[in-house]
């Protein structure tokens, strides 16, 4: 494992050591609203201080994006975290939540972990060195056909002028697929096509934190990741589509026609 993807991992494990201890007690946490249907909790913060406190330990020097705290720090270095992407499955006991964090180096992704702290399942890759579930190499899926795959997705909660076309891109893939999920946290559902669990996935109104560490591992995993437009500015836009090279070439022009390509 690469010294840096380590201390990441190291990173991970803090946060999810925070998080299990209050996922026993969830009546006693205190959820604050940040937009509508968008939360955060004492477990978010004290989860993304202990993350940042292990990154800064080894790379003092480098930037750090982080969901909560913000952008700080000026380096051709950065960390991209998110806490506990999941938040609102999490305060309802819906164990469907993770940790992610990336590493870019000039705006090019270079190192990723998720970290599935209620099944113990740790998800890495590093650029040019493949991608990792508890250290068993993964590959997307073979499935070549739309109407045999599973897609993931999520609702357009940031983004309500979507609702819409996002239905409408929903219906046609109903009967397009063999099945649509939206289990609720973006970087999980990315890994799960990275490993094959899933066969595609698009969202829109993501953020960097959200996406960033999951891209990395479907590349890594030989699958494909753009944004709407099938360019490389997913990060930036929040729009993006992925999965199996053929399973991709599919699912692009669905949701291409009903939610454009910008």
């Given at each position: ?99 992610s964090i990336a590493l870019a180096r000039n705006d090019v992704l270079e190192q990723a972990v998720i970290f599935d702290p209620v099944r113990n399942e740790l998800f890495t ?35 309500v002028d979507h609702i819409e076309p996002y239905i409408k891109a929903f219906r046609e893939l109903t009967q397009k697929t063999a099945g649509l999920r939206r289990p609720g ?78």
């Amino acid at each position: 494992m690469h010294p840096t993807l380590n201390i990441a991992v190291k990173a991970a494990r803090r946060a999810a050591s925070v998080i299990n201890r209050a996922s026993t007690q969830l009546d006693l946490l205190t959820v604050q609203s940040k937009a509508p249907n968008d939360f955060v909790t004492e477990v978010d913060r004290a989860a993304e201080a202990a993350i940042i406190e292990v990154l800064r330990e080894t790379y003092p020097d480098h930037a750090i994006l982080a969901e909560e705290s913000g952008r700080s720090g000026d380096s051709e270095y950065c960390w991209i975290i998110d806490p506990l992407d999941g938040t609102t499955n999490f305060i309802h006991g819906f164990p469907q939540y993770a940790i992610s964090i990336a590493l870019a180096r000039n705006d090019v992704l270079e190192q990723a972990v998720i970290f599935d702290p209620v099944r113990n399942e740790l998800f890495t890759a590093s650029r040019g060195a493949g991608a990792f579930l508890n250290d068993r190499r993964i590959r997307v899926s073979r499935r070549a056909r739309l109407s045999e795959a599973l897609i993931g997705t999520g609702f357009p909660f940031r983004e309500v002028d979507h609702i819409e076309p996002y239905i409408k891109a929903f219906r046609e893939l109903t009967q397009k697929t063999a099945g649509l999920r939206r289990p609720g946290a973006a970087a999980l559902d990315l890994a799960y096509v990275a490993c094959g669990r899933l066969d595609g996935f698009w969202e829109a109104g993501l953020h960097s934190w959200d996406m960033a560490a999951g891209a990395l591992l479907i590349l890594e995993a030989g699958g494909l990741v753009t944004d709407f437009a099938g360019g490389s500015g997913f990060l930036e836009s929040g729009r993006l589509v992925a999965g199996t090279p053929k399973v991709f070439a599919q699912l692009l022009p669905v949701v291409q026609q009903h939610m454009g390509a910008r």
